[in-house]
């Protein structure tokens, strides 16, 4: 079985402050583990994948994350935040091929 | 190149009524998915094609649902006797990989 918890179901940063969104997962297998955003009345749009190979991960947008298989987390980063970061965030964990299963998702507002 | 293109964008129906949603992949992705996001609640994996396998039909929450793709392409999720339980938005993937699923904008269901 597999499950995704995104710890923080709301963030609120500055523009130009860090952003750190956490997320820990579930699995039986060697997982997949993948970022989506989700912009208002927007599609998801994959911001970055890991698939076994290296554990720190970087995606579009400056976004980076970190597998870390000891503490089975997934945290999201981002060094400066920018006004287009406001999104809704979603963790997502497959340990089968196509299966994905989603966090809750984590609101990201950015504050001028 | 054009992405997954959903229709209709919202859909209102009465309790009790038979709804179709339709999903145009991206030509030449041989998977497609249907989810569903339910308010405050992640997204929900419904059912699964890839070429001419027999679908992955494990997540369709009742026999109310079901979906057809035809010719491999366009697919339709038909839902019976709309409950108010059912309103969501219903999302549609293509892939040509199992990691990189790209998603459509949404139907937004209500059910009255």
């Known amino acids: 079985a597999q499950s995704v918890t995104q710890l923080d179901s709301h963030v609120s940063v500055s523009e130009g402050t860090p952003v750190l969104l956490r997320c820990n997962y579930s699995?039986?297998?060697?997982?997949?583990l993948f970022w989506y955003v989700q912009h208002p009345n927007k599609g998801l749009q994959l911001l970055l994948k890991?698939?076994?190979?290296?554990?720190l991960v970087k995606g579009i947008n400056g976004f980076e994350a970190e597998f870390k298989k000891s503490e089975t987390s997934f945290h999201l980063t981002k060094p400066s935040a920018h006004m287009s970061d406001a999104a809704e965030y979603f963790c997502?964990?497959?340990?089968?091929?196509?299966?994905?299963?989603f966090g809750a998702g984590t609101t990201v507002t950015v504050r001028a | 190149g054009a992405g997954v293109s959903q229709s209709p964008s919202n859909k209102v129906t009465e309790k009790g009524k038979d709804v179709e949603l339709r999903c145009d992949p991206i030509?030449?992705?041989?998977?497609l998915y249907w989810y569903r996001q339910s308010l405050g609640q992640g997204l929900e994996f419904l059912i699964y094609?890839?070429?001419?396998?027999?679908?992955?039909k494990s997540g369709l929450p009742s026999d109310r649902f079901s979906a057809e793709r035809t010719g491999g392409s366009v697919s339709t999720l038909t839902i019976q006797r709309t409950q108010q339980e059912d309103s969501a938005v219903y999302l549609c993937?293509?892939?040509?990989?199992?990691?990189?699923?790209?998603f459509g904008p949404g139907t937004r269901l209500t059910v009255t």
């Open positions: 993937a293509s892939s040509s990989t199992p990691y990189e699923q790209y």
């Open positions: 699995s039986s297998y060697s997982p997949s």
């Open positions: 890991y698939t076994s190979a290296a554990t």
């Open positions: 997502v964990v497959s340990d089968q091929d196509y299966k994905l299963s």
């Open positions: 030509s030449g992705h041989t998977a």
């Open positions: 094609f890839q070429g001419n396998s027999a679908p992955d």
